[in-house]
Antibody, heavy 120, light 107 residues
Framework: QVQVVESGGGVVQPGRSLTLSCAAS????????MHWVRQAPGKGLEWVTV????????YYADSVKGRFSISRDNSMNMVYLHMTSLRADDTAIYYC?????????????WGQGTMVTVSS | EIVMTQSPATLSVSPGERATVTCRTS??????LAWYQQKPGQAPRLLIY???TRATGIPARFSGSGSGTEFTLTISSLQSEDFAVYYC?????????FGRGTKVQIK
């Protein structure tokens, strides 16, 4: 079935780095842009970043620009989120999400999320 | 960035009644708006995209409308499984932005 599965979350100290992974299956991965969306405990949804289908187009939320980077490996059907200089306010569930189709950046497939806790 | 203002923050509705959630945007655009449902402990689920098109498998009691700076999600007759938090999201401009959410609870 069509799905994405995140991994790599955990507890990390402020200022350190962490890389999240997202494994996609059940669809032609190379044809779709992929996003990361996060949700702090008890809060709403915040879009984080996107990578285009061929990896050339990347956009970031201002809150993570310069600290986070997104990448993908179309041969492995994987998306990555490399997070550096982590802060307490980066604590959240991080969801990987698939764009519905080119030009429609609504998210039709979501993973179950991976929790990142930034704490000393 | 486009600011999304959802109202109300909480909506108390009896089963079988209609629920209406509004999303107002700080900039005008035609239809690049989506609605999501999120239940506790679950990932969000896409309900509506293009302001009014139901996503695959979404029941007909969910409908979306609007353009410009005001958009609406209507649930025509609330079922027990519809009590959840609902979010609007614009994809007209980068960065993509969400509303703060509307909790639809049992009255």
């Amino acid at each position: 079935q069509v799905q994405v599965v995140e991994s790599g979350g955990g507890v990390v100290q402020p200022g350190r780095s962490l890389t999240l992974s997202c494994a996609a299956s059940g669809f032609t991965f190379r044809r779709y842009g992929m996003h990361w969306v996060r949700q702090a405990p008890g809060k709403g949804l915040e879009w984080v970043t996107v990578i285009g289908d061929d990896g050339d187009k990347k956009y970031y939320a201002d809150s993570v620009k310069g600290r986070f980077s997104i990448s993908r490996d179309n041969s492995m059907n994987m998306v990555y989120l490399h997070m550096t200089s982590l802060r307490a306010d980066d604590t959240a569930i991080y969801y990987c999400a698939k764009e519905q189709q080119w030009g429609i950046n609504a998210f039709d497939i979501w993973g179950q999320g991976t929790m990142v806790t930034v704490s000393s | 960035e486009i600011v999304m203002t959802q109202s109300p923050a909480t909506l108390s509705v009896s089963p079988g009644e209609r629920a209406t959630v509004t999303c107002r945007t700080s900039q005008s655009f035609s239809s690049k708006l989506a609605w999501y449902q999120q239940k506790p402990g679950q990932a969000p689920r896409l309900l509506i995209y293009g302001a009014s098109t139901r996503a695959t498998g979404i029941p007909a009691r969910f409908s979306g409308s609007g353009s410009g700076t005001e958009f609406t999600l209507t649930i025509s007759s609330l079922q027990s499984e519809d009590f959840a938090v609902y979010y609007c999201q614009q994809y007209n401009n980068w960065p993509l932005t969400f509303g703060r959410g509307t909790k639809v609870q049992i009255k």
